[in-house]
């Protein structure tokens, strides 16, 4: 089939996720193509991206999309597990296919999208769209004109930075089992090796695992492939900066290519003396680098570069093929080729991939059957009560969302549970006695209606169900931000303070979890079971968590972190330890449901006391510079005007600016005399045990976010 080149390319985008929007960018850009129909199957993503991009039709199942609309290409950018059936769908209607990356999961797979493409005698293309990057095209562009002679070598280095949407409502794909961010990030870095290659042989394969990113079967990969003109090279890792290159090594010299940085930096042999290349390369290499980078900012600029560049070339140089009749720009025989090596290299990895637990492997973990529930148990407060539970021999079962974050751990049993699902919560909680609710929305992008979902519906949810359960104890933990700035001249905070009348202008963390606190301490008021105790703790810290260094942290570097204010205002800090002895005593207590408690380690704790601590455990490696108040009220004095004029609203920033830097001192005193509760670990020796385990973790940001926020897993909201 032959797309006229009379009329419009009707074009249909199934999979609405966020790389979608580029697919509909492309092609809306294209003048002869246009966007029919968007499909998915939560509808209401497909209907957010048709009106976002002025798409008329909207589907939630594909087969009746072909029968409506008929295009003459579909768009998969679903996950890879369904490109075979899809691609089925298509091929009967008799549809071209771009196929996002990873084409397929298995060759088996990909071989069968090839050959019901081919039965019903349309294209199908794969994204391999790296290849397409306007400075690949550049690089193979000075290759074909011989700069730098044959080609004898190809390395290719791609990084990984940990996706925050990861800890989002949602989870992407890539991060639902083992082997989904390999499969989401390798087909770049060998399709741009392959392109050099003639006749590619099975790849040799060196993994490391150092347990950096929980989701993924392997951080460290490094895979030679021979041919028989070149040898190429590919390096995958997890465990450090993120890093996307290219270096072609020829005869004549060799080619640097950065992807992010979008430079292709040439250096040929020139047959100079060797004192003069050696002394002179530098200069050359920085000329010719400060050259590209005007360029492209001048691109930037005027708008000739924009994100994802490969996939707009190549999905217009399909099209082209379309209307020519030609064949598709990335060949079939090279997607099966790009496949066919993923499952070689992941065989090779057997023996190297973390080890999971089973639901079965699980169940047996406990002696006896467990009486204690932990919620989001693989973040980081519930994986460290779940850790004392351990230590202490009680019986517990963990709730996570996945059971690649689980830990192997005596005398506990994981359920991989989805807090919104009555059926999953029934299973969660039958023979329980006490619920430790830690799991909660924090950081990640999200809507305020995601962040309800997740931190108000889900856990009234879960006391109705606890209810039921006959369970007696439900310790949920909410956070200080639901506290407003106290009247003129107050400085101390109990848990008598009002919440705060603005909670909308701080953003939809904070709406949220003092809206889950307001449902939570009505349905106490109404209900006996379970006892609802609530615990608000400062800045949590210790192993594994972010190391705190101030109350608004800049971004800036781990060794000269940038904080805002005096260094007299007062911080709220909670060590992970100091709260879970908070969450046993209040299980253990007898206060009366509906009770609230402010936790944090000391009220005379400030800014300056931290980083004088910070500076002498560290030997001076970690020294907090303070940015003067007024310095970064000009800076969000400017976001609020920029608000102003893109959304004719007044803008929040200095509001938020002005709640957070606020002088608040929170003595927990009813936490002392009701529940019993002393914090055992000091400030000082809190900081020296975070410092001790500051291993880099991939999914941690250069900077700790800002205080009062539980840094936990989120539980997972599925589309129904």
């Known amino acids: 089939m032959t797309a006229s080149a009379e009329r419009k390319i009707r074009a249909a985008i199934v999979g609405c996720g966020r790389i979608s929007a580029y697919h509909v960018a492309a092609v809306q850009a294209l003048p002869h193509a246009e966007l029919v129909a968007a499909c998915d199957l939560r509808e209401g993503a497909a209907a957010e991206l048709a009106a976002q991009h002025g798409i008329e039709r909207v589907f939630s199942d594909m087969e009746t999309m072909m029968g409506d609309v008929q295009p003459d290409v579909i768009h998969l950018t679903t996950p890879p597990q369904s490109h075979v059936a899809l691609a089925r769908v298509a091929a009967e209607h008799g549809a ?52 730098i002679g044959r080609v004898v070598s190809v390395r290719a280095e791609q990084g990984f930075t940990y996706d925050d949407a990861a800890r989002g409502a949602a989870i992407p794909w890539d991060y639902r089992y083992d082997w989904g961010i390999f499969e989401n990030l390798m087909p770049h870095p060998l399709s741009a090796v392959c392109h050099f290659l003639a006749h590619p042989g099975h790849p040799q394969v060196t993994a490391l695992n150092l347990g950096s990113v929980r989701e993924a079967a392997v951080d460290e990969l490094r895979v030679f492939i021979p041919a028989t003109n070149a040898i190429g090279e590919i390096s995958l890792t997890l465990t450090s900066p993120e890093v996307n290159r290219l ?102 990895c057997r023996d190297v991939e973390k080890k999971r637990m089973t639901p079965s492997r699980t169940a047996a973990a406990a002696a006896t059957p467990p009486r204690i ?10 994986g460290r009560m779940v850790e004392r539970l351990s230590q202490s021999g009680f019986p517990a079962r963990a709730a996570t969302r996945m059971l690649s974050r689980a ?102 963390y904070t709406q949220s979890k003092l809206a889950a606190e307001e449902a939570l301490r009505d349905y106490a008021r109404d209900h006996a079971l379970p006892r609802i105790v609530l615990l608000r703790p400062g800045d949590i810290y210790g192993p594994g968590l972010p190391l705190p260094v101030g109350l608004l942290p800049l971004p800036s570097t781990r060794r000269r972190p940038l904080i805002t204010g005096s260094r007299h205002v007062p911080v709220a800090l909670t060590y992970v330890d100091n709260l879970v002895d908070a969450m046993l005593a209040a ?10 408690y402010n936790i944090v380690d000391s009220a005379d704790d400030d800014q300056a006391e931290l980083s004088r601590h910070l500076r002498e455990l560290s030997g001076d490696r970690i020294r907090p510079v303070v940015v003067p108040y007024p310095i970064v009220w000009s800076m969000m004095l400017a976001f609020d005007l920029l608000s102003r004029v893109r959304s004719r609203k ?49 999914e941690e940001a250069d900077v700790p976010p800002a205080p009062a926020a539980v840094d936990d897993e989120a539980i997972e909201v599925r589309a129904s």
């Open 407 to 508: 830990k192997d751990l005596p005398n506990v049993e994981w359920l991989e549970c989805d807090l919104t699902c009555d059926v999953d919560l029934d299973a969660l909680l039958a023979g329980v006695q006490t619920v430790f609710h830690c799991a909660a929305l924090v950081g990640p992008p999200g809507s305020l209606d995601d962040y309800n979902e997740v931190n108000v519906t889900a856990s009234l949810r879960l006391a109705q169900r606890a209810a039921a359960a006959g369970v007696e104890n439900l310790v949920y933990i909410s956070s200080l931000a639901v506290y407003g700035i106290p009247p003129r001249g107050g400085e101390v905070v109990d848990e008598r303070a009002d919440y705060d009348a603005r909670a909308g202008d701080r953003g939809v």
């Open 650 to 698: 007044p803008g929040t920033a200095r509001f938020r600016l002005r709640r957070t830097l606020a002088p608040l001192r929170f003595p927990s005193t009813a936490a002392r005399t009701e529940l019993g509760w002393q914090p055992r670990v000091s400030l000082r020796e809190g900081l020296s045990r975070a410092l001790s385990d500051q291993t880099p973790r991939a």
């Open 247 to 348: 270096e072609i090594v020829g005869t004549g010299g060799r080619i640097l290519v950065d992807f992010d940085r979008m430079t292709t930096l040439a250096s040929p042999d020139t047959g100079l003396p060797s004192v003069v290349t050696r002394f002179g390369g530098n200069f050359a290499a920085a000329l010719k680098l400060t050259r590209s980078s005007g360029r492209v900012a001048a691109a930037l600029a005027t708008g000739r570069i924009k994100r994802y560049m490969g996939i707009r070339a190549l999905i217009a140089a399909f099209y082209d093929a379309l209307r020519e009749g030609m064949p598709a720009p990335v060949l079939p025989e090279h997607a099966i080729l790009n496949v066919r090596l993923m499952q070689e290299i992941r065989e090779a």
């Open 587 to 596: 299980a253990e207590s007898d206060v009366p449901t509906g009770s609230v």
């Open 96 to 147: 071209h296919m771009y196929i996002e990356k990873p084409f397929a999961t298995s060759v088996d797979d990909a071989e069968a999208i090839v050959a019901a493409a081919r039965a019903a005698n349309v294209e199908v293309c794969a994204g391999h769209s790296r290849v397409f990057d306007p400075t690949f095209r550049e690089a193979l562009r000075q290759v074909e004109g011989g700069d």
């Open 373 to 382: 529930v932990v919620t989001g148990a693989s973040g980081r407060l519930g």
